[in-house]
């Protein structure tokens, strides 16, 4: 694939990411506005969903990116870059979470 064929194809996908990710979040968004009873007792595991649409999308466009503008043919190829970024980013969450909670507990006291 030339630079320029290259550039024009990665501009489509970066596009489409970003197109995919705001309907995603539009139907999050009637979804949760819909069951807004049921999330208003659970707010605070429904605030992290439009950061991880950003992230999601990142995802996607960087792997499109690393491999030339196409998914690899391998299906569980690309299955195994979801799942590995997902456990990296839950560990991050998870430690991210851990050390600002016990963190700002700390400070208070």
């Given at each position: 694939?030339s630079g320029?064929?290259?550039?024009?194809?990665?501009?489509?996908?970066?596009?489409?990411?970003?197109?995919?990710?705001?309907?995603?979040?539009?139907?999050?968004?009637?979804?949760?506005?819909?069951?807004?009873?049921?999330?208003?007792?659970?707010?605070?595991?429904?605030?992290?969903?439009?950061?991880?649409?950003?992230?999601?999308?990142?995802?996607?466009?960087?792997?499109?990116?690393?491999?030339?503008?196409?998914?690899?043919?391998?299906?569980?190829?690309?299955?195994?870059?979801?799942?590995?970024?997902?456990?990296?980013?839950?560990?991050?969450?998870?430690g991210f979470?851990?050390?600002?909670?016990?963190?700002?507990?700390?400070?208070?006291?």
């Open positions: 694939m320029n064929n290259l550039a024009q194809n990665l501009l489509n996908i970066n596009l489409l990411t970003m197109a995919g990710s705001g309907l995603l979040m539009l139907i999050s968004g009637l979804s949760l506005y819909f069951f807004r009873d049921f999330v208003s007792d659970h707010l605070r595991f429904f605030l992290p969903i439009p950061p991880l649409g950003v992230a999601a999308y990142v995802f996607v466009f960087n792997l499109f990116k690393d491999y030339g503008g196409v998914l690899p043919k391998s299906p569980g190829l690309v299955w195994q870059e979801i799942i590995t970024s997902t456990m990296i980013g839950a560990v991050i969450f998870g979470t851990t050390l600002l909670t016990f963190g700002i507990q700390g400070i208070k006291k």
